[in-house]
């Protein structure tokens, strides 16, 4: 990632940060628990502040190594996915906009987000009782020419820790194969991510497709992604929207008549 654009964010690590050991114990106090005392809550701030750095600097070992050591402090994964790993991709994505990064730096940034990923999700797996799929399955995945799935994968793994039986297809899914599972499943619930203005429609052809093959009615269908709102979603008639992953449980909930 470039210097200037680092120097234009104020996102050099300060002398202060650079000086401190890399993981502090009571981190696991700190990081989102809310019982911290102010010191606690400073740590927390700054494995927050390194964790998002490190997508920032588009550094995957780095990364992974604060999302383990995190881990291993007891800290809360959930805090460190939206306060950390998620802030910095999305700080990443402002920049990539305004032209101070460009498409290598957007894939680095994306490759560390994953790295921390994959740390972190059997943990947010693990904060929720373990994931034993007993509830409804819900085929998920990022519609068709759109190959974003950070935040499809965070849906997923939110889901499954709610109990959830996840059939994820991934990205870039074309429609038919999105009402196929649902069918091939007897899933009551299709959730569809889409990242780009110019896939979102693909959320509309997909509920299009499942009216088509007289499916409408036992298949309910959410949708999200970052361009999606409430009122797109109104417009092309899908069941539910959220905005994120903590959300898209409860939807999910709704849609499938469970209990909120
Ligand atoms: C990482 C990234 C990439 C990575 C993706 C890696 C991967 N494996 O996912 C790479 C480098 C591959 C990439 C490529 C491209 N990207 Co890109 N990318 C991003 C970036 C920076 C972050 C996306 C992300 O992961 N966010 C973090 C997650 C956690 O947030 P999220 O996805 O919004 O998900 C949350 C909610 O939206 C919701 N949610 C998501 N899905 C769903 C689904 C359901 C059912 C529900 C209920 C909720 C829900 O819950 C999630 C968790 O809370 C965004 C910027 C941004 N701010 O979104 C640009 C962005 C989406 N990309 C953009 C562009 C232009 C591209 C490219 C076209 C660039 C190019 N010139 O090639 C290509 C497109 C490739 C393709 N065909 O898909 C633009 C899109 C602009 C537009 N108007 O459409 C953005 C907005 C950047 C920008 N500001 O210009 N990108």
Known sequence: MSGAALKSLGAEPTKAMAKRPAVEQNWARAAGRGSADAGGVMEARELFERQRQAVLDGDAARAAALAREAVSSGADPQACVDRGYVAGIREV??????????????????????????????????????????????????????????????????????????????????????????EREASPLLALSALLTTTMPGQGRVIALLRERGLRDRVRVLVGGAPVTRGYAAEIGADGYAPSAVEAVAEARRLTGLAP
């Open 93 to 182: 994505g402002r920049l990539f906009e305004e032209g101070e990064l460009f498409l290598p730096e957007l894939m680095q940034g994306a490759d560390a987000m994953k790295s921390a990923m994959d740390v972190l999700r059997p943990e947010l797996l693990r904060a929720r009782g373990g994931g034993a799929a007993s509830g409804p399955a819900v085929v998920i995945g990022t519609v068709q020419g759109d190959i974003h799935d950070i935040g499809k994968m965070l849906v997923a793994t939110m889901l499954e820790a709610h109990g959830f039986r996840l059939v994820d297809l991934g990205s870039d899914v074309p429609d038919a194969r999105f009402v196929e599972a649902a």
